[in-house]
């Protein structure tokens, strides 16, 4: 018997039981609600068909990924396969070009991301170009990611896939990368990690102290005798009175908004709602959260 069947019989019962029509559908339509909760879904029914990959990292990705944990400092977090949407974005006003640039960089990834510990700031992607690499497709791929790791001031080092790697050699290769890094950026009053920290896992010595320089004996300036201003006798007279009047009032002036300092776009002044600096003012990026550059707002004297 079918289902209509069944509820068909069952409406006669409870007819039968002196129950109103108003009665018997209610209770009907409580019994087919409690029956069909328990059915699953259309979406549920579905069976999707994923299954968990055995080749996440290939062969020459984890022999990389093996010598390069024991050549990186403690301190250094390696990423793989880190999607360049989620690295990058597009710094651009107008959607339509926003969309075209974003879709660039979608569905590409690098292979390798060395982050900072405490921040997980990036500090540079990592290549391995296998043989693949000499297509001309991959080339000009390879060409346009180079573009957008170096738009981006991110380094992005390129190393050969091998089956094997020596940690000597990359570690002379990572020691290479960060020395020119060091010496193409200036020093910082404090850095979220030292790039020398990616491949030397040796504490830097700490500098020498400034000499203390030698006090020279105070001078004293001759003080020149003030001007004496004379009055006419007409100003003079009337008590309350200035020469000149009082003094104009002006209002302060608003300084222009500055630029960012990290993406060059415009800043906005924001207000910070808790921490250390609750209620102070700052300027921030128009591109938060994407880009987090803050500059110190110097309130205008009155």
């Known amino acids: 018997m079918s289902s209509q069947g069944k509820f068909s019989v069952l409406r006669s019962i409870l007819r039968t039981l002196g129950l109103s029509q108003e009665a018997v559908d209610e209770i009907v339509d409580r019994i087919v609600d409690f029956l069909s909760a328990d059915e699953p879904s259309a979406a549920d029914k579905e069976v999707y068909p994923y299954a968990l990959r055995d080749d996440f990292l290939s062969p020459a990705e984890l022999s990389f990924y093996r010598v390069l944990a024991t050549v990186v ?24 070009d926003w969309r075209r640039y974003t879709n660039k960089i979608d569905r590409k990834h690098v292979d390798f991301l060395l982050c900072d510990g405490q921040t997980m700031r990036p500090l540079a992607g990592i290549e391995l170009d296998d043989s693949s690499h000499r297509r001309e497709d991959r080339q000009a791929r390879d060409h346009f990611v180079n573009r957008v790791f170096a738009t981006a001031a991110l380094p992005l080092i390129r190393v050969p896939a091998r089956r094997g790697y020596a940690p000597v050699e990359l570690r002379a290769v990572l020691g290479e990368w960060a020395a020119e890094e060091k010496a193409a950026e200036p020093v910082a009053e404090s850095t979220p990690a030292r790039v020398d920290a990616v491949y030397d896992k040796k504490p830097a010595p700490s500098p020498a102290p400034p000499p203390t320089p030698t006090p020279k004996p105070a001078t004293t300036a001759p003080v020149s005798p003030s001007p004496q201003i004379t009055q006419p006798a007409s100003a003079a007279a009337l008590p309350g009175t200035s020469l000149f009047g009082p003094p104009p009032v002006v209002d302060p002036v608003e300084p222009a908004p500055p630029r960012c300092p ?32 803050i500059v110190q707002y110097q309130p205008t004297a009155n």
């Open 73 to 96: 400092d403690p301190e250094i977090r390696i990423c793989t396969k880190v999607a360049l949407g989620d690295l990058f974005y597009a710094k651009i006003k107008d959607s339509s």
């Open 262 to 293: 990290k993406c060059g776009d415009e800043m906005v002044l924001r207000t910070a709602k808790s921490g250390a600096n609750s209620g102070g003012q700052f300027w921030g990026c128009t591109n938060y959260p994407k880009c987090r550059g």
